[in-house]
């Protein structure tokens, strides 16, 4: 699957995931969105989730079926292990307080038992920093683009 970001020229940018058969499913997006997805992204590749976001789009969902009623409930094991992960690596960013594995794999494991979700794996130091690359290059290089210009990314990502 290829994954488009557009920064919007007469409002808020597109998200477009292109499949392997050439299907499509699109929206517009909160601003937040491109920054957020570059992150799962990269969790996703990094990890080799395939039952994630980007991994049921890939497989036929839609992007408006995640705004349906009820999609914790349905989702897969894998998408909320990756939205959990993706929201430790937004909290990063937003405090500027990196976490080594230790406090990260503690932190992961609470939010999912909360969520009365099994356990993910442990996380090492060296994942944290192969997600964090990824995300460090795919963010530069929204961050440069040029409003109405699309940032194409093949999921999963090979560098990976």
């Known amino acids: 699957m290829v994954i488009q970001w557009k920064k919007g020229r ?3 940018p597109n998200l477009t995931c292109v499949r392997a058969d050439g299907t499509r ?6 601003p937040f969105f491109p920054t957020h997805d570059l992150v799962h992204c990269a969790v996703e590749s990094v990890f080799g989730l395939t039952q994630a976001f980007f991994g049921l789009v890939a497989s036929g969902w839609s992007l408006d079926d995640f705004d349906q009623r009820g999609p914790p409930a349905r989702l897969p094991n894998e998408a909320l292990w990756a939205e959990n992960m993706v929201g430790l690596f937004d909290l990063e960013r937003a405090t500027g307080h990196v976490m080594a594995a230790a406090e990260f794999n503690a932190a ?53």
Do not use: E, K, N, Y
Not at 25 to 30: F, G, N
Not at 112 to 137: C, I, K, N
């Open 108 to 160: 992961l494991a609470a939010s999912l038992s909360a969520q009365g979700r099994p356990p993910f794996r442990s996380v090492t130091d060296a994942d944290l920093a192969r997600v964090r690359a990824l995300v460090a290059d795919l963010r530069g290089r929204w961050q440069v683009m040029a409003v109405g210009d699309t940032l194409a990314i093949p999921f999963p990502m090979a560098a990976a």
């Open 10 to 12: 007469d409002g808020p």
């Open 25 to 30: 499913t699109w929206r517009r997006v909160h």
